[in-house]
Structure formats: C-alpha cells, structure tokens
C-alpha cells in the first residue's frame, strides 16, 4: 500500500519504507497530502484492488487518516469478498 | 445597470418546484422547504457582521449561505479551512461567526439543522445592492486575496449562466438532477451548482460527490437526465469507475484546460454534450466552449464587454468596480471566438487554483536557511507534467523535508512543490536571472543525482 501511494502521488523524496503505518496523512505535519491526492489514491486502489471508496460513507475519513488504517479498510474489502 | 435598490428572490421558481436532493435523508427537498430551513437557520444565527461559512455539506452549505444572506451578513468564503486560516480570517474581519456543520468550538453556530424539517416558508429576497459574499484566492506569503461578490453580480450571472446551458443542451428537458464535484464555496462550484438550481429546473445533488465510485452512483441515482458539474481531475478520475447507467446530459469541465484526448473519453464515457467553462474568481465565469463541436471556440457571455490587446483580455461588466485583465493569453477567431493561448503570467495552475511563481518563490525564499531557490512548473521546463510543482534549493542546513513542511506552512497546500531538488548554487547569470536552459540542465543533473 505504501508502494501504491508513493507511487500515484510522485512522492519522489519518501520511499515506501518510510511512511509509518500511523503517519497521519492528511496533515501538514505528517505526509501533507491533499483532496486532490485522496483522489488519486482512491484511482489507484480501485485500480489495484477493484475496491471503491465512497466519500459518503462515514467511516471513509478514518479509512483515510493513516495509511495503515487504508491499509487495513481495502483488505477488509478484499476478504469480503464471496 | 442595475437600478441600487431592486431586488430579486433568492429561488427564482415555483415553491413546490423540486430543489435539491439530500442524500442523507434520501429525500427530495422542494423550493419552499429550502426556503423553511434557510428560515429556521437565520433564526438561529448570533448577530454578525460576517460569516464565516465552513459548511462541508452541500445543502447546509447552502441553507447557511442564503440564511447569513437574509440576516444581512456577508459570507466570507475561506479556500483553505485549517486552523491557522481561519484564526487569520477572524482576526481581519473582527465581527464574525462561523458557520459550520461539524461544531468545532463553542464559539461556531452550529448548522446541524435537518433538511427539510421546518416545513415549508414563502421565498425570501435579496437586495442587488448587498454584498452577499467574499470569496478568496491563495495570495502573496499566505494572505488571501479577497473578492466581493454582491446579489446583482450572483443573480445577473446565475441568468446568464442557464440560458447559456439551455443553448448547450439543445432542447433543455423538464427537470435535471445535477451532481457536482467541486466544493460551492469556490466560484464555480457556487456559480454551477448552489445558483444554478435556484433559477433553472435542477434538483441538486447533496451528498458526499467526490471519489468517482459515489458520483456514478449520484448520477444513476436520479431518473431524471442529469449534469455533471466537474473539473479534468475528476473527470480523469472518474475515467476509471463504471459509466452512470444512464448517459448525461450535459458534463461542464472548469479550472483547467480540456485535452482533446480527455474530452473525447470523457463524452464516450457519460454521453450528452461535453461544456468547458472559463472563468476567473475574481469575476466568475466568464466563457463558455463545447471542446468537440464543430466551432470549439471560446465564447464570452454576453453579459461582458471583452476588449484584446496584445493577446491579453480585459473585461468589464456593470457588476464589476472596474475593469479585469486576465491572467491568460487569447488569440481572437475570425468568427468572433477565442481561442486559448495560455497564460499571459507567470501563474500557476494547480487543482484549479492559481498562483504566480514570484509569490511561490517569495515564500520559498522567506523559509530560513533557504539561500537561493526558485519554484517551476515541471511541464513548462520540459519535464513530463505530474500536475503538480515542483521546486530547486540553495538549503546548506535544510532537508527536502522540512522546506517542504516549512513551505506547507505559508502556501496553498496545492502549491507545495512534490519535488524538492537541493542543489549546491543555482547558475544565475550576471544579473542574476536563470536561463531556462541552465535550469533545464540543472534539474537534469539533480534528477539523475537522485536516481543513482
């Protein structure tokens, strides 16, 4: 997941490795990332993973706040699955 | 000119006419219970002379919008959010409250009201001489620039705008649902989706419209053809989910340029006609374009005055103090059109907003540590563009890192160079400008430094 990030977002000077699974990434003190980045992220894991995130649900804020909690709401998704 | 003291209603159709479309309640809102909440929540407003209105939720954005508006507050409408912005805008504008969905502090009015729980009111007016709102763009070293925005102005455009649609659509159907994903508190959005329903028969779509899966859904939802107000981001996001189940009417595309390429996907993909609109925040919007027609000219509304020089534009409306020179270079068709140059400046653009270099570099510069440095726009020095900036440091002491946490700090999130090279000088020639080739030729040193 952090390989998928790193990768849809350019972040060109963080490698996978050094994103902490709690690093909030929202926030202009942890990765710094935006709407415009939490779109591009939802592209990718929709892409990868064929799961769609959905800004109305309410839990999705929290799915976003730290990449191990994204981590954890797609697997969820994929085991789901019939 | 507008004579100072007309009026007009703030919904300029039928009270039982269907208004919005509120997710949450998974009900259908006419005009006149629109008109109830927008009551029910000026009621509950503290005096003011401004409101701050952070509402995230389209539709209490809205009730809150028109609800400061009857109240005679003036919305200030804030394009970053965090904490630090909106101290900054409380200490500039002295009186006033803010309007927010999500309470933070006791000191916000809460507009937690539930749509379509007051029943149903008469449709309150607004005069064309009150300042409705102040919109703001990202300025210089972080201050906003703001831009005021009067009822004549809203009401003129929102007119305009729907007869302009009408022309679009060819033959304008009974009732349209619209889903939009830009945010109403940014000209377009506010332009496109909070006005245009309050003259022209569209249910507005009101949920949480943004990553591609609830847009198809939004779209599907209504049984009624549909607009898609979006920008390129979203469109190319939207690229990527299952088209809508039924085609589109119309999708209008604002706050960057169109690629043919994407406008091509983007009609095969949603069907219906495909509208690009220009516009500026400081005006609104203020073209109209159909990328695929058979003329895909930029067409100024005819509510401007447009006057070319040299390829730049300059725009005057009554609505307006004084005259606007926009940021971009145009090249005018003999049939009257106008075909896009791009930009006249040194701006920016990113996720539709705009920013000039000098103010990126200045604030790049003002970073302590930083001894030289300059902000580009990867596409413009011949790199592939990543729709995003990136930037090139003189930094001794400093890390890629902390500029840029640094940098968050003073700029648009939006402009935060992605990329951050630290190089030890810049080759600024004797008077101390950068040749874009020795720029060129640095970036591709300090890129091939990095991958090894």
Avoid at chain 2, 45 to 61: D, E, H, K
Avoid at chain 2, 111 to 138: D, K, R
Avoid at chain 2, 366 to 388: K, Q, W
Wanted: hydrophobic fraction near 45%; proline fraction near 7%; include cysteine.
């Amino acid at each position: 997941m952090a390989h998928l990030i790193v990768d849809a977002l350019n972040l060109e000077d963080v490698s996978a490795d050094e994103i902490d699974p709690d690093t909030i990434m929202f926030d202009d003190d942890g990765l710094g990332l935006d709407s415009i980045d939490a779109l591009e992220i939802a592209v990718a894991i929709a892409e990868q993973f064929d799961v769609h995130l959905s800004a109305e649900d309410e839990a999705t804020r929290d799915v976003f706040a730290t990449l191990g909690s994204l981590t954890a709401h797609v697997m969820q998704e994929v085991d789901a699955r019939p | 000119m507008p004579v100072p003291d007309s009026l007009s209603r703030i919904v300029e159709r039928e009270g039982s006419a269907p208004f919005a479309f509120v997710a949450e309640t998974n009900r259908t809102l006419t005009v006149g219970e629109f008109a109830a909440d927008i009551a029910a929540c000026a009621d509950s407003l503290p005096s003011s002379r401004f409101a701050i209105n952070v509402c995230t939720n389209r539709y209490r954005f809205a009730v809150a919008f028109f609800a400061a508006a009857t109240r005679g507050q003036i919305n200030l409408l804030p394009s970053r959010r965090d904490a630090a912005a909106l101290d900054a805008l409380r200490r500039d504008y002295g009186s006033s409250v803010t309007l927010s969905d999500q309470p933070a502090d006791s000191g916000d009015a809460a507009v937690t009201l539930t749509p379509g729980g007051h029943g149903t009111a008469a449709i309150p007016e607004l005069s064309h001489a009150q300042l409705t709102a102040i919109v703001f763009t990202s300025g210089s070293t972080g201050a906003p620039r703001p831009h005021a925005k009067t009822w004549g102005l809203l009401d003129h455009f929102r007119t305009v705008h729907w007869r302009y649609l009408r022309r679009s659509l060819g033959v304008a159907p009974h009732q349209m649902g619209l889903v939009a994903t830009v945010p109403p508190w940014h000209m377009y959005g506010m332009e496109w989706s909070l006005l245009l329903p309050t003259v022209a028969p569209v249910t507005l779509h009101c949920g949480a419209d943004f990553f591609p899966h609830d847009v198809t859904a939004a779209l599907s939802r209504f049984d009624l053809p549909t607009v898609l107000v979006a920008t390129p981001t979203h469109l190319r996001a939207l690229l990527t989910s299952a088209p809508p189940t039924k085609p589109v009417a119309a999708t209008l595309s604002a706050t960057a340029p169109l690629s043919d390429d994407l406008a091509s996907q983007v009609e095969a993909f949603a069907g219906g006609r495909l509208v690009e609109i220009y516009g500026a925040s400081e005006i609104g919007s203020l073209a109209i374009r159909h990328p695929l027609g058979e003329d895909a000219a930029w067409r100024f509304f005819d509510c401007f005055d447009v006057a070319i020089d040299n390829g730049r534009l300059t725009v005057t409306t009554p609505h307006l103090p004084e005259p606007v020179t926009l940021q971009d270079r145009f090249e005018q068709t003999a049939q009257q059109g106008f075909v896009l140059r791009g930009r006249a400046t040194d701006v920016v653009k990113v996720g539709g907003k705009r920013e000039s270099l000098a103010n990126l570099n200045a604030a790049l510069l003002a970073i302590p540590g930083v001894e030289d440095g300059l902000v580009y726009d990867p596409e413009r020095v011949g790199m592939p563009a990543t729709g995003r900036l990136g930037a090139i440091a003189v930094a001794p002491e400093l890390d890629a890192r902390s500029i840029r946490a640094q940098l968050a700090q003073r700029v648009d999130s939006a402009f935060v160079p992605r990329t951050i090279r630290l190089v030890p000088a810049l080759p600024r020639d004797d008077t101390s400008k950068l040749a874009l080739r020795a720029l060129r030729q640095l970036l591709a040193d300090a890129n091939l430094e990095q991958a090894e």
